[in-house]
């Protein structure tokens, strides 16, 4: 594939629509749809090089026998959805700032100690070329609502018993998916 160009279809509040415009190895033109949360990309360098939009936190218990999940209402798929808790990193913020910042807003608890930062992988590389990080590490406190009134969170730990039923029968976001099939087998 060649790049061609980019051209903006649509501005949202958190996403821009783009079509990007590609050569095949066999010379026909494909136009392909994508989104993004940077609103001006004018470029083929600047849709690949933007910085890291989000983080991910991949929270154990102190005596790393449960993996903190949040069960939470996913609008675009109408239901709900077992997902690590993640979120945006705010203009100006450090991602372990926002990681230590999303955790208390979605859960209510406290990021006690940082294992690993697993380097930037895309989020949706089918359609989006958002890019996060994972934090992983140990949380602790008490549980409490999210702090949105958008956000419709219910967050909780789980045993690696646990994980196997929920995986047998509700949704997942596909990395908390690989993840804890892994982590349950283990």
């Known amino acids: 594939m060649q790049f061609q160009s980019i051209k903006k279809v649509a501005d ?7 079509d990007l415009i590609y050569k095949t190895e066999s010379g026909n033109e494909k136009t392909y749809e994508i989104i993004s949360r940077d609103k001006e990309i004018d470029s083929f360098e600047k849709l690949k090089n933007h910085p890291v939009d989000a983080v991910v936190l991949i929270m154990h218990d102190a005596a790393g026998e449960k993996v903190l999940l949040n069960r939470e209402y996913r609008m675009a798929v109408g239901n709900y959805v077992y997902n690590f808790p993640a979120g945006l990193i705010d203009p100006g913020e450090e991602p372990l700032e926002s990681a230590k910042r999303e955790l208390w807003e979605e859960t209510g608890l406290t990021l006690t100690r940082v294992d690993d930062t697993i380097r930037e992988s895309y989020s949706a590389v089918g359609f989006a070329n958002e890019k996060n990080i994972c934090v992983v590490g140990v949380a602790e406190g008490e549980f409490a609502p999210s702090t949105s009134d958008v956000e419709e969170i219910e967050a909780g730990w789980y045993t690696k018993a646990e994980i196997r039923e929920l995986l047998k029968t509700e949704a ?3 990395r908390t998916q690989a993840y804890c099939y892994v982590w349950s087998k283990s």
């Open 172 to 174: 997942f976001a596909a």
């Open 12 to 18: 949202g509040c958190f996403i821009t629509r783009y």
